[in-house]
C-alpha cells in the first residue's frame, strides 16, 4: 500500500525535462544529492539508478518513490524529492535531485471511522501502532494487515493529518464492517453408511467487544457424536490475554462417554498465540460406573501468510496425555493440509485417551495414534474452482489412500472421494458449506 501522501508531494519537473525524454540514444550520468538530508548519504545514493542506463522520465520517478518511501519509513512522511539542473555532459544527462525532508513525524492518534458496532479500543488493541511512535509506513502497512486479519474488518483508505504542532500527526483509518456471524458445516453420506455431519456456529464480535461465541457439533451415524461450545473474553485486564471457558462431550458407541470442562488464558502476540488451560473431565464407559479428574492443556497457534501451524497437547492427571499437531500450507494452487495424533496412557482405560478420525472416502476411525496429509489441486474457473484431491492417512500401522474430485462454487463445495481399491460406488459424497 502506497501512502496517499505521495499524491501531494509528486516531484516538479524543471523546465526544459519534457525536450531531454524525447531523446532515447542518451545514457543516464550522475544524479547529485543536495538539500538538507539528514538521513544517511550513502543509504540515500544506493537507491539511485546506476550510471549508463537509458535514460527516461520512469527511471527518475521511479526513484524518487524508492526515495520518499526511505524516508516516510523513518519518520518523513512528508518529505520532497525535486529533480532539476539537468544538463548534458560528456554525452550523458547529469541532473541533481534536491531533498526537503520536512519533520521528523510522531503520531499523535489513530482515528477509527465507520466502525458502527465494533469498539475503536478493541480495534485499536489489534492496530500496533502507538501513539508517540515516530512515524514508519512499513509498520502502518504491517499494522493494517494485523488488523485486517479480523475477519470482519477491512481497511478502505487511511490519511495522515497534520497536527497543528510541528512533528506531530494523526492517522485517520476508513474501515467496513462485515458480516460477523458464521454458519459453516459439511455434511457427507455412503452407502455403506448413510448420513454423517459437522456444523459450527459463530459469532466473532459478540456485542461488539471482540468477544466470540463458537457451538461445534459432529454426528456419524449412531457410532460417534461430539459437541462443543466455547466462550471467548479478551484483552482481560487490557493486556493481550483472553479469557477461555470450553465445555465439550464426546460419545463413542460401545467404548466411551467423555465430557470436560476448562477455562485458562490464552496470550496472542500478532502471528502467535499460546495458551494454558486447565480443567476437569468426567470418563464414563458403556455399562460401567464414571470417574472423574483434573487435567491441563496447552496450545500454540502460528499463522504467517500461507502457513498455519497448530498444536494442542493434554496431560490428565494420573492417566497419561494426548497430543494433536497439524499445519495447512498454499504452495502455488496446491492446498497441502498434515495432521498427526498420539497418546501416551498411563491407564488401563485407554478408550477415555482415543481419537475419533475423518478419513476422506472412509468410515470414522477410532484410533490411539496416526497421521494424515491431503493435497488439492485449485483451479481457477471464473466462479467455479475444480480441485482434484487426494488423501493418505496413516492409522494405527495401517495404510489408507482415498482420491477424488471437488468442485466449488460461491460458498459451497461438492467433494467425492474414493477409497483406493474401492468401487465408485463405494465412495462419499461430502457437501460444504459457509454461510
Known amino acids: 500500500m502506497i501512502l496517499i501522501l505521495f499524491l501531494f508531494i509528486e516531484p516538479r519537473i524543471v523546465t526544459g525535462f519534457s525536450s531531454l525524454t524525447h531523446t532515447d540514444t542518451l545514457p543516464l550520468g550522475s544524479i547529485y544529492i543536495s538539500g538538507k538530508t539528514i538521513l544517511s548519504q550513502k543509504e540515500i545514493e544506493r537507491l539511485l539508478p546506476e550510471s549508463g542506463i537509458p535514460f527516461s ?6 526513484a524518487i518513490k524508492k526515495l520518499l518511501k526511505f524516508y516516510a519509513d523513518r519518520g518523513f512522511p512528508f518529505a520532497k524529492v525535486i529533480p532539476r539542473n539537468f544538463q548534458v555532459d560528456s554525452g550523458k544527462i547529469v541532473c541533481e535531485f534536491f531533498i526537503d525532508p520536512g519533520y521528523l513525524e510522531r503520531i499523535r492518534n489513530v482515528i477509527m471511522e465507520g466502525n458502527n458496532f465494533v469498539s475503536d479500543e478493541f480495534l485499536l488493541r489489534h492496530f500496533p501502532v502507538a501513539n508517540g511512535d515516530i512515524f514508519s509506513e512499513a ?18 483508505s487511511f490519511q495522515l493529518i497534520k497536527s497543528q504542532e510541528e512533528g506531530w ?9 462485515g458480516e460477523r456471524g458464521h454458519f459453516m458445516g459439511a455434511i457427507s453420506y455412503s452407502k455403506n453408511d448413510g448420513w454423517s455431519g459437522r456444523f459450527l456456529g459463530l459469532n466473532e464480535n459478540l456485542f461488539g467487544g471482540g468477544r466470540s461465541i ?30 477461555t471457558i470450553d465445555i465439550q462431550h464426546t460419545y463413542i458407541e460401545n467404548l466411551r462417554n467423555l465430557s470436560s470442562i476448562l477455562t485458562g488464558i490464552k496470550y496472542h502476540m500478532q502471528s502467535i498465540s499460546l495458551s494454558i488451560l486447565p480443567g476437569m473431565e ?3 464407559q458403556s455399562g460401567e460406573g464414571s470417574v472423574s479428574y483434573p487435567f491441563l492443556e496447552t496450545g500454540f497457534f502460528y499463522e504467517a501468510n500461507n502457513f498455519k501451524l497448530f498444536y494442542r497437547q493434554r496431560w490428565k492427571k494420573g492417566r497419561g496425555w494426548n497430543m494433536e499437531i497439524s499445519s495447512m500450507v498454499t504452495l502455488w494452487k496446491f492446498d497441502i493440509t498434515g495432521e498427526y495424533f498420539t497418546i501416551s496412557s498411563s491407564s488401563s482405560e485407554e478408550t477415555e485417551l482415543l481419537f475419533f478420525r475423518h478419513c476422506r472416502g472412509y468410515s470414522g476411525i477410532t484410533a490411539s495414534r496416526g497421521m ?12 467455479l474452482t475444480l480441485y482434484p484431491l487426494f488423501d493418505t492417512s496413516w492409522i494405527e500401522n495401517n495404510w489408507l489412500y482415498s482420491y477424488g474430485l471437488g468442485v466449488k462454487v460461491n460458498n459451497i463445495s461438492i467433494e467425492f472421494a474414493v477409497p483406493k481399491n474401492e468401487s465408485p460406488l463405494k465412495g462419499c459424497v461430502y457437501i460444504i458449506f459457509d454461510i
Request: hydrophobic fraction near 35%.
Open 139 to 156: 509498520k502502518l502497512n504491517i499494522s493494517i494487515k494485523e488488523l485486517e486479519k479480523l475477519d470482519y474488518i477491512e481497511v478502505d
Open 372 to 383: 494424515r496429509i491431503g493435497v488439492e489441486l485449485k483451479e481457477q474457473l471464473g466462479k
Open 282 to 284: 468426567n470418563y464414563a
Open 214 to 243: 463458537e457451538f461445534n457439533f459432529s454426528k456419524e451415524g449412531n457410532i460417534y457424536q461430539e459437541e462443543r461450545l466455547k466462550y471467548t473474553e479478551p484483552y482481560i485486564f487490557s493486556l493481550p490475554l483472553d479469557l
Open 169 to 177: 500527526v494523526e492517522i485517520l483509518l476508513c474501515i467496513s464492517e
Open 57 to 62: 522520465k520512469g527511471i527518475l520517478e521511479g
